[in-house]
């Protein structure tokens, strides 16, 4: 048994109720397998036994007092996956479908892709079983105040620096925020996403949205291509799908459709002027379903229906994981789509992954393509040790060097280990060489 194989057969053991993790290893281990071959010193300091497992596993009670005045009781989650190359960074997640496998899998991806922006930043990710949908202001003051009461002592500026994900934008970074400060005592970029009047980012909210569009435009060049007369599907519609699109629409192209677990909207015009101005805040502050789009402009709507059976140029699934199946693969390859891009963690299935790349699909995997939401976060951590704001367009520019630089490394790493063309796995080498040297580096910590 080669020693890939081991180590996935020991993780499967240990964390067997955790697919979404298991996914998640097991397409880096896979990609890791020349490396290794070449590195055999690795293997000898035991790093990817290490880098498997979280440094820190935090779960923790949240009760917090609904509008009617009863108690509901929450689970909160924290991993501290690796701190090698910095202080833990990732997202929290607030949905009904966050467990311990999840928020493993969402910061295992997260070492990867904060290595490959080249900022000082570890991989971490945490969460809730809360569902903000619904709820008032004043009850998601409340839960997010109790969350941050216990995951206060677990974090901090140079320690842990938490971020927004599903179901956690400004109000929540700000209800987090305001918590912390109120028991630390002091004001320090703790969180990023925060508001740009106490210490955010310009452009941090486009960040992923744009970041996805200048990796694929990246793509696209290294074929003679661009997004220009682009028709592109897309599944989400938070800060990601929407920002995504108005970048698409100033490079030319055409979004035509959102989505969420209900159905999908389709949009021939292409979602644009006085229908994305409406689209901005149907999710990320209203939290209202993609059918309302549908409603407003009489739009037809697809009850139960997958947004990847339309045909596209480019497919960028922008939700949630596996939400892209060997299905859908086959549809979207079907009808003639020759790009697709994870702008969400890990929205492909395994299976999907690996149709798009036998049918010479260019394919994008998350961990490179929305990398640009960590990246302003870094450069929000940067600003904040600063004491400092850079302008909206200095910060733009800095995002695009950062995607280009991740598809460089991401293609360059790929082609040296025999793999060219297959950015998974190109990816994956080139995030994993820069933590694996981390902790050599360090000893056995």
């Known amino acids: 048994m080669s020693y890939v194989n081991e180590v996935m057969q020991k993780v499967t053991q240990r964390n067997a109720h955790e697919p979404e993790f298991l996914q998640a290893v097991a397409e880096v281990l896979e990609s890791l ?9 690795y293997i000898e300091a035991g790093v990817v036994d290490r880098i498997v497992e979280p440094e820190r596993q935090l779960m923790f ?42 928020i493993k899998f969402l ?54 620096v938490p971020a927004g994900d599903i179901g956690v934008g400004g109000r929540e970074i700000g209800f987090l925020f305001g918590q912390y400060k109120r028991i630390v005592n ?23 949205g744009y970041g996805t569009a200048y990796f694929i435009s990246e793509m696209l060049k290294e074929k003679n291509d661009s997004l220009a007369g682009k028709t592109v599907t897309i599944s989400g519609y938070g800060n990601v799908g929407t920002y995504f699109i ?8 055409k979004v035509i459709t959102i989505a969420d677990e209900y159905g999908y909207v389709l949009d021939k015009e292409g979602i644009a002027g006085e229908k994305l101005d409406f689209l901005m805040d149907l999710w990320t502050v209203k939290r209202l379903s993609a059918k309302v ?19 596209c140029d480019i497919a960028v699934p922008s939700a949630t994981q596996n939400e892209l199946n060997a299905e859908h693969a086959q549809q979207l390859i079907a009808n003639g789509c020759y790009c697709v891009a994870e702008a969400a963690n890990m929205p492909c299935t395994a299976e ?3 149709l798009f790349l036998k049918n010479k699909v260019l394919f ?33 520019a800095k995002l695009y060097q950062i995607m280009v630089d991740i598809y460089a490394k991401s293609s360059s790493a790929a082609k040296k280990y025999g793999l060219e063309g297959n950015l998974i796995a190109g990816a994956n080498i080139a995030g994993f060489l820069k933590v694996a040297d981390a902790m050599m580096a360090q000893g056995v910590v």
């Open 33 to 41: 397998e020349p490396v290794l071959a070449a590195h055999p010193e």
């Open 107 to 160: 910061g295992f991806e997260q070492i990867f892709k904060n290595a490959l922006t080249g900022l000082p930043m570890g991989g971490g990710k945490g969460g809730s079983d809360f569902d903000p949908r619904g709820k008032s202001d004043a009850e998601v003051m409340r839960f997010c105040q109790s969350f941050m009461t216990e995951l206060y002592r677990h974090v901090g500026a140079d320690t842990d």
């Open 246 to 253: 108005e970048k698409v629409n100033s490079l030319g192209g």
């Open 293 to 311: 789009y549908a409603e407003q402009f009489g739009l037809p709507w697809f009850e139960g229906k997958s947004p990847w059976e339309v045909p």
């Open 352 to 354: 999907a992954a690996e």
């Open 364 to 396: 994008g995997p998350a961990k490179a393509v929305n990398a640009g939401g960590v990246a302003v976060s870094g450069l929000e951590m940067s600003q904040n040790s600063m004491r400092y704001g850079w302008t909206f367009d200095e910060v733009d």
């Open 186 to 208: 002091r004001f320090e970029g703790v969180l990023t996403g925060k508001g740009i009047n106490w210490g955010g980012s310009l452009a941090r909210p486009e960040a992923t």
């Open 61 to 102: 009670r949240v009760p917090w007092v609904d509008d009617q005045g009863k108690v509901q009781v929450n689970r909160g989650f924290r991993v501290q996956f690796s701190s090698a190359i910095g202080p833990y960074k990732g997202g929290l997640r607030f949905h009904p479908s966050v467990n311990l496998g999840i």
